[in-house]
């Protein structure tokens, strides 16, 4: 079973930036993908940025150039700098993983991101 822990959202004025991470409780590279969604309040969840084995990273477009996803393979986390915050951005964010074993997705708890003056 794939255990995630989410960090690092919270309050923060329009421009600024947050840093969230996403631990496993695995290896990341038993993992095809690893990313986070997002599920703005009254809204359907969303794809924010994606990560694979191998290749680039995809990206939403509402957050292209603003944000940046990244990985540190010894601590088994996964990172997404958010930057230039907009009030849009405001959601609750959830990681993921696609395991290789079986591609089942697991997901960590979500963490609240406001984005407000």
């Known amino acids: 079973q794939v255990h995630l822990v989410e960090s690092g959202g919270g309050l923060v004025q329009p421009g600024g930036s947050l840093r969230l991470s996403c631990a496993a409780n695995d290896s990341i590279f038993r993992f095809n993908n690893m990313g986070w969604y997002r599920q703005p309040p009254g809204q359907q969840r969303e794809l924010v940025a994606r990560?694979?084995?191998?290749?680039?990273?995809i990206y939403a477009d509402s957050v292209k150039g603003r944000f940046v996803i990244s990985r540190d393979n010894d601590k088994n986390t996964a990172y997404l700098q958010m930057n230039s915050l907009k009030p849009e951005d405001t959601a609750v964010y959830y990681c993921?993983?696609?395991?290789?074993?079986?591609?089942?997705?697991?997901w960590g708890q979500g963490t609240q991101v406001t984005v407000s003056s």
């Open positions: 993921y993983v696609e395991r290789v074993v079986d591609r089942g997705y697991y």
């Open positions: 990560m694979p084995r191998t290749g680039s990273s």
